[in-house]
């Protein structure tokens, strides 16, 4: 079955900095990576997502890139504000969404 | 107005007892799915439903029983509750057949403490 792995488990950065955060997947077969941020006592929620016929995509200061040889794709968030503080998952499934495989997650925390 | 949601949002309840965690989807969506996060916030899916067929069932203890009465609930039953069960299961929903890809929609999830 698919597995998905995500670096770091933590990730502190200053407010305005960049932030980035990788993940792996072993199942060649995934075609659809969405990322959730999770706010403290809140549900996941999707941020963005992106399809294995994409290598990038961008909704203002989010981006997630996608390289399907590899297989890792990644999560580029610009210009971070303390309201960017949460935890992120980056998710794989295949069949587009039949079957959703979550990474371990990310503590981002941005410090004014 | 809630896409996704589950009732009841706490619960602490002793060893042994049973208990059981409903969730609704009013978004038309034909699968859904129970999610377990433990405290270490790993997310890790439980059983999944589709038009309330099971296609997806985890390696989960058999004191858990998921009901579908229709494709717009899916109800959590858990007999002999263990302190192991102590975590946060959330419960989701999906279209599942669209090529652009399927959006999951959580619930709020709801706080099982077994003391």
């Known amino acids: 079955g698919e597995n998905v792995e995500q670096h770091p488990s933590t990730l502190s950065v200053q407010e305005g900095d960049s932030a980035v955060i990788k993940c792996t997947y072993s199942?060649?077969?995934?075609?659809?990576f969405p990322w959730y941020k999770q706010e403290l006592g809140k549900r996941p929620q999707l941020i963005i997502d992106i399809r294995s016929n994409v290598g990038e995509k961008k909704d203002q200061r989010i981006a997630v890139t996608l390289n399907k040889t590899a297989k890792h794709f990644s999560l580029h968030i610009t210009e971070t504000q303390p309201e960017d503080s949460a935890v992120y998952f980056c998710a794989a499934s295949y069949n587009y969404g039949q079957n959703f495989v979550f990474g371990p997650g990310t503590r981002l925390s941005v410090l004014p | 107005d809630t896409a996704v949601s589950q009732t009841p949002k706490y619960l602490v309840t002793q060893m042994g007892n049973d208990k059981s965690i409903k969730c609704e989807q009013n978004l038309g969506h034909d699968t859904m799915y129970w999610y377990k996060q433990d405290s270490k916030k790993f997310l890790k899916i439980m059983f999944s439903?589709?038009?309330?067929?099971?296609?997806i069932n985890e390696t989960v203890p058999n004191r858990f029983s998921p009901k579908s009465p229709d494709k717009a609930h899916l109800n959590l039953h858990i007999n002999s509750l263990e302190l192991g069960d102590s975590a946060v299961y959330f419960c989701a929903s999906s279209q599942g057949d669209r090529p652009s890809g399927n959006t999951i929609y959580f619930g709020e999830g709801s706080w099982l403490t077994v003391v």
């Open positions: 439903y589709n038009n309330k067929e099971l296609i």
């Open positions: 199942d060649s077969a995934s075609n659809y």
